[in-house]
């Protein structure tokens, strides 16, 4: 008799550790296509084709990568920001960063690739407490005072963006930065799946930004 109540109860097991992989699965599945369908028809990637937004949020990342390289996700961002500037699509660009280190600052680092390539300085804002999207968009309303923006990334990075901004009652729109081939970015991609059921069980369980703090203006004109 014992003989036949262990198998089974191998069989319960497996058959539980099949299941909670189906549902964690589908999970990932509702969260990443509700995200994606939230962006729908609020992506662009030709600067003549986007409408205005007196404000542009620039999301931060690494200029290197592990192995001390250009970090082309940082490049392709930084392209993107000038083609919105110089096409007269933003007026102001809030650069929104990691600057939890004093070694390691995104804002400022994006800042001066972006006045190296001829934007002018007094157009820039610097948010150094954007450790993750969930805070930039966060402190874009709270700090910033936005409630429309355009935001500068690459498309998924953008859609989970969107969406963050949407339950905050923000009008934002993403302007997408050139894509990295499915090699250098995969692992990133995988994260962002990640990153998107983080969104629910972030709005879930109520998190608030890491950091607030005192207001900054941007001039309305």
């Not at 939230?38 to 290197?64: C, H, M, Q, W």
């Not at 600057?99 to 150094?128: C, F, K, Q, V």
Request: proline share 3%; aromatic share 10%.
């Amino acid at each position: 008799m014992n003989r036949q109540v262990k198998p089974r109860k191998k069989r319960r097991f497996y058959f539980a550790i099949v299941l909670l992989l189906i549902i964690t699965a589908f999970g990932i599945f509702i969260c990443d296509q509700t995200v994606s369908d939230a962006a729908r028809g609020k992506l662009y990637s030709d600067p003549d084709e986007i409408p205005f937004n007196r404000v542009g949020l620039l999301l931060g990342t690494s200029d290197k990568i592990a192995n001390g390289q250009s970090n082309p996700f940082y490049d392709y961002r930084i392209d993107a920001a000038v083609q919105l500037i110089q096409a007269k699509k933003i007026r102001y660009i809030i650069i929104s960063g990691d600057n939890g280190r004093t070694e390691y600052n995104e804002p400022s680092s994006m800042r001066a690739a972006l006045m190296s390539r001829g934007i002018d300085s007094s157009i820039i804002y610097l948010d150094y407490a954007g450790f993750r999207t969930f805070d930039s968009i966060k402190r874009l309303k709270g700090i910033f005072g936005q409630d429309s923006v355009t935001i500068i990334s690459q498309q998924f990075h953008n859609e989970r963006a969107i969406y963050l901004a949407s339950k905050d009652g923000i009008h934002a729109i993403g302007f997408n930065a050139r894509n990295v081939g499915a090699q250098q970015g995969l692992r990133t991609e995988l994260r962002e799946k990640i990153a998107r059921v983080k969104v629910f069980l972030d709005n879930w369980f109520g998190t608030k930004p890491k950091y607030m703090g005192a207001k900054v203006i941007i001039p309305s004109m």
